[in-house]
């Protein structure tokens, strides 16, 4: 079962910018469609951003601000987050909505000033 490995995460005042990074374990050309997901304390996990092949999604409440990524050669998928808000504070995950995996660990993005 493929493994994904989120980092990036961090503190970071409002308007601010993060690039989180997931490594994915095995070759993502194989893989269709990843996303990265949140959940934030006492909220259901949520879908913020998918990739498919090269066409992107975004939730309502990131569109404009975030902007998600591949790199099939490196194995890697991206997600660089500008103009954050105190309410994206989250555990940030990635996983695949086409194939989905056991959940990493992910990485924590605190918004605060």
Same mark, same amino acid.
């Given at each position: 079962?493929?493994?994904?490995?989120?980092?990036?995460?961090?503190?970071?005042?409002?308007?601010?910018?993060?690039?989180?990074?997931? &490594?994915? $374990?095995?070759?993502?050309?194989? +893989?269709? =469609?990843?996303?990265?997901?949140?959940?934030?304390?006492?909220? *259901?996990?949520?879908l913020v951003a998918q990739i498919i092949t090269s066409t992107?999604?975004? &939730?309502? $409440?990131?569109?404009?601000?975030? +902007?998600? =990524?591949?790199?099939?050669?490196?194995?890697?998928?991206?997600? *660089?987050?500008?103009?954050?808000?105190?309410?994206?504070?989250?555990?940030?995950?990635?996983?695949?909505?086409?194939?989905?995996?056991?959940?990493?660990?992910?990485?924590?993005?605190?918004?605060?000033?």
């Amino acid at each position: 079962q493929v493994q994904f490995v989120e980092s990036g995460g961090g503190l970071v005042e409002p308007g601010g910018s993060l690039r989180l990074s997931c &490594a994915a $374990s095995e070759r993502l050309f194989t +893989i269709y =469609s990843m996303g990265w997901y949140r959940q934030a304390p006492g909220k *259901q996990r949520e879908l913020v951003a998918q990739i498919i092949t090269s066409t992107t999604h975004y &939730a309502e $409440s990131v569109k404009g601000r975030f +902007i998600i =990524s591949r790199d099939n050669d490196k194995n890697m998928v991206y997600l *660089q987050m500008n103009s954050l808000k105190p309410e994206d504070t989250a555990v940030y995950y990635c996983n695949s909505p086409s194939r989905p995996s056991l959940w990493g660990q992910g990485t924590q993005v605190t918004v605060s000033s």
